[in-house]
């Protein structure tokens, strides 16, 4: 299974090692490619560290009608990225994608990231911009 899209807004986890399991929303990841997604992680972010010592990680999304967990492999590409100087740009080799779908259930309404301001939604916009610069390289 490759990696399917997601509309922005959508709520995606992070779960990295290098210790105990430590898992983390993340409100800026986009789908590259079939099998690899970027995701923005705040340059103050323990998970940022995490990633660096032991690059194995997991990321789940949760949407309407979507819910799947990427198993990747994680590589800082951009630190700090361009568009914005408090983020740092991490891309995720996915080598499998878990499908949480079920016959039994469906899911219809996800929760979904909004921000509060304005100056937050620039800042995420900003975030986005970068991700998908990098995303168009692939």
Partial sequence: ?????????TVTVL???GGPAHA????????????????????RRSSLTRLREDPRCALTVLGADL?????????????PLAEAENVAAVRLDVHDVQDHRAPAFVLRAP???????D???SRDAAVRAGLARLGAGR
């Fill in 111 to 117: 929760v979904d990231w909004d921000w509060v301001d």
């Fill in 24 to 43: 983390i929303p993340v409100s800026a990841a986009l789908r590259a490619d079939e099998r690899t997604v970027l995701v923005a992680l705040a340059l």
């Fill in 67 to 79: 819910a799947f967990t990427a198993h990747a492999t994680a590589t800082v590409v951009e630190a």
């Fill in 15 to 17: 779960s990295t090692g």
């Fill in 1 to 9: 299974m490759s990696v399917p899209d997601w509309p922005p807004g």
């Fill in 119 to 121: 100056e937050a939604r």
